[in-house]
């Protein structure tokens, strides 16, 4: 009798444990459809004149996460442009003044989604990024997540904190500086970003200045913590998609999300075969997953269970990117050679990347 009474109340934390996750997961969700005054699923696409949504990355070359990358921009419809393309790489200089002069001759009142190039991987269309955007009424918006880089110091506590609940990750939700996977996404990741091209031209204008005044005191710099500068000292109107809605870190995120059938773009059947990451708290499924830190680890394991990994559902012939000065490069020109067929397989699509 007296063993079956202690533990009613290790049951009882575990329910109410429980209870806390499922009220956090529920209030979070809620909170996102409320905020924007629109469902999950709904899109503002009644909305007019309505922005072009223009996707591109840095890379002066090929390989395979950027091979990977452009694949899964494609399935989607989209043709990213990629700055940089042939230059020499010489840090982070480079990609803050050769984006900066590409922003430069895009209209201003356009939107550009502005991403890393070997560790992306993308879930939506452009229009449902373009809505995921639209309603978060931002000029520019980067992705939050787990972990404060490079500062690591007192400048940490100047991140404002979420609007998700505070017990959204369970009774183990943190907020700390350094990555911990219940830890609330709260610090800006320069991974991914996505805004007007008129505001995110004069993010990246005084970004290349600081660049140029610290070289020239012989400091190095990254464009991660400028952006977090900026971010925290309140300038230019930068915010963080705190719902995932458009983009995702994965760094100690591999289990925020769930793999299901995407009903949202495909009937039943189709639905089975072409399946995306939901987020488990928000439930947004976001437009670019960014495997930024330890994402890397399983980075490859996701892409296999991802739909346009498979040549069978994906026509890589019509695959292409662009460069800044209009040319058009063919995916399989340059990427082919990432990926060979496992040995003895015969499952249709099946492959095993370099």
Known sequence: MCA??????QVAVRLLAALAVLAGVTTAMFLFSSSFGLSIHSSISDVTPQPELIVATFSTK???GFCDTVLSAA???HVPVIVGWGEEWKGYRSKVVSTLSYFEKLAPTDVVLFHDGFD???QLGKERLLDAFLRQNASILYMAEKNCWPMFDARCDAFPKSPLPRWAWGPGTVYQWHQHELNIPHFLNAGTMMGFVGPSSTLFREMVRQVMEKEAQGHGVDDQELAAMLYTGGKFGVKLDFWMATMMSMH???DDTVLEPDTDNFGPAEAETHKIRRHKITGTVPGVLHYNGNGKEWMDDFAKESWW???ELVDRSKVIFQTTDGQTVQWSKVCDEYYVPPPNST???EETPK
């Open 252 to 254: 100690y995120s591999k």
């Open 62 to 64: 090929a390989n395979k």
């Open 75 to 77: 399935a989607y419809g």
């Open 4 to 9: 079956r009474i202690s533990k009613r109340p």
């Open 120 to 122: 992306v991987h993308f």
């Open 347 to 349: 499952a249709a699509g």
């Open 309 to 311: 990994r498979n040549k």
